[in-house]
Nanobody
């Protein structure tokens, strides 16, 4: 079992920045990659970014490439999502997730076994 707890969400003006954290506990040695997804009201959950846990290889959705940076600290079992140049369209609940097996479908929520409770990000115009 892996438990995930997100933090760092909040209200920010357009153009601002936020850094989300996702602290993992439990069987963290089983984590192969971690991802960030988001879900806006009335919309499907969408992939934002992922990182290969041991290889430190990042992956991004086109909508956030160049603005968001994913990283991880394996000693702290924590993943981060640095979000810069935020726009109102980034407003959503952000979830982190952990996968125990590599999949080329890392952008698919079905590839992840464990999920955090989510943290709200609101970007005002």
């Amino acid at each position: 079992q892996v438990q995930l707890v997100e933090s760092g969400g909040g209200l920010v003006q357009a153009g601002g920045s936020l850094r989300l954290s996702c602290a993992a506990s439990g069987q963290t040695s089983d984590i192969v990659y971690m991802g960030w997804f988001r879900q806006a009201p009335g919309k499907e959950r969408e992939f934002v970014s992922a990182i290969r846990w041991n290889l430190d290889i990042p992956m991004y959705a086109d909508s956030v490439k160049g603005r968001f940076t994913i990283s991880r600290d394996t000693a702290k079992n924590t993943a981060y999502l640095q979000m810069n140049t935020l726009v109102p369209e980034d407003t959503a609940v952000y979830y982190c997730a952990a996968a125990l097996y590599w999949s080329s479908s890392y952008f698919n929520s079905g590839a992840y076994k464990y999920w955090g409770q989510g943290t709200q990000v609101t970007v005002s115009s």
